[in-house]
């Protein structure tokens, strides 16, 4: 076989495991994709309730992309992150699933930051946990 001939095959391999990782089948892409109807609805009161706020929504972005399909920025100065938390979040959702999705990545999720906070929603398959304000100046 000719180097041409093997860099060829080579190229090709990797364009066939680029498909399958681009179809995000979490198998592949190693990324949970769905939500639950609870999920949404903590988003959609997260949207309703708060103003100016930033809220945290798992290890992850899933929660992000639902804020971004069904909750189109604009209404409020709202923000919804994933991933690690920043000092901005102020509101935290949280779930069944977003605890499972912390501990199938091995990431912890923010219980300790919580201890003090106040549960702002429920609807029994998500809840809202808003931190007690630093100073008279936070919300």
Do not use: C
């Not at 994709?33 to 929504?57: I, M, N």
């Not at 690690?84 to 102020?90: I, N």
Request: hydrophobic share 45%; net charge negative.
């Amino acid at each position: 076989m000719s180097a041409t001939t093997v860099a060829a095959a080579g190229m090709g391999l990797l364009m066939g495991f680029g498909i399958v990782k681009a179809t995000l089948d979490p198998a592949a892409a190693n990324t949970w994709l769905y939500y639950t109807p609870a999920e949404r609805e903590a988003v959609a009161a997260f949207w309703r309730l708060s103003d100016g706020q930033v809220a945290w929504t798992g290890p992850d972005d899933r929660l992000v992309y639902v804020s971004a399909t069904w909750f189109p920025s604009g209404a409020h100065d709202n923000a919804v992150e994933g991933f690690s938390p920043t000092d901005a979040a102020r509101d935290y959702v949280i779930s069944p699933t977003v605890t499972a999705s912390a501990a199938a990545q091995g990431k912890p999720a923010p219980w300790r930051a919580l201890s003090g906070a106040n549960r702002v929603y429920d609807d029994g398959g998500a809840q809202i946990y808003r931190l007690a304000p630093d100073n008279a100046f936070q919300q």
